[in-house]
């Protein structure tokens, strides 16, 4: 019995300490008990709760998420942000460049993630040689809309002459590019795509430059 009533009064003790006590909430989501003294634009000055009549403490107000006070009260100092998750996308794009293949449309797949993978395909019209031609590639995304491209496609005309008349071809290849894919929005997104690099024709050996520039929407 005398046992039972030492671990009532303990924990009557500890449940009255709790109420007693300030805690500070960092954004880390470290606890400190204290007894919060003053709280100004900045800072906030404390004391220990296990050294009362010890030294004023200062901390960062953008340190501090939320402060628990004695009376059950709660004040949010400093809100946390919740990290954006990047989902798995389709877009949709118009534009012109070498993964548009000339002028054309651009439908692509991204993975979810800060680091994610996708793919395109583009449909587009070559003036310079009046053809369709399309391009296909693969993309990875080392960090938020940055990517690095691969792809095969239509890289640019190339000029000869047959039976002394000026004629066009289309030239295939192998463009690497490093881009951005930037769009805006929650559910329905739009922004910009641009890019660049080097463009390798598989006919002729050339080195040709690749770019892209054009308009997203993001489903």
Do not use: C
Request: no cysteine; proline share 2%; glycine share 12%.
């Amino acid at each position: 019995m005398k046992h039972l009533t030492i671990t009532l009064l303990l924990l009557v003790f500890s449940a009255i300490s709790a109420f007693t006590q300030d805690i500070i909430i960092k954004k880390s989501g470290e606890k400190i008990e204290s007894k919060v003294i003053e709280i100004t634009s900045k800072i906030v000055k404390y004391r220990l709760y296990s050294q009362p009549n010890g030294s004023i403490r200062i901390i960062k107000k953008r340190k501090v998420h939320m402060i628990k006070y004695e009376d059950g009260m709660h004040e949010t100092i400093t809100p946390v942000k919740e990290k954006k998750h990047y989902k798995s996308v389709f877009t949709a794009s118009v534009g012109y460049g070498n993964s548009y293949a000339g002028r054309g449309i651009r439908l692509g797949y991204r993975t979810g993630g800060t680091m994610a993978f996708g793919v395109h395909v583009g449909v587009g019209h070559s003036s310079d040689i009046d053809k369709v031609s399309g391009a296909f590639g693969i993309k990875i995304f080392p960090y938020k809309y940055l990517y690095l491209n691969a792809q095969y496609g239509m890289i640019g005309s190339h000029k000869y002459f047959e039976e002394g008349k000026a004629k066009k071809e289309n030239l295939e290849g192998i463009s690497l590019m490093a881009g951005v894919d930037k769009v805006w929005g929650d559910k329905i997104g739009y922004g910009f795509n641009i890019a660049v690099g080097p463009a390798f024709s598989v006919s002729n050996n050339r080195v040709l430059t690749a770019f892209d520039i054009g308009f997203i929407i993001r489903f």
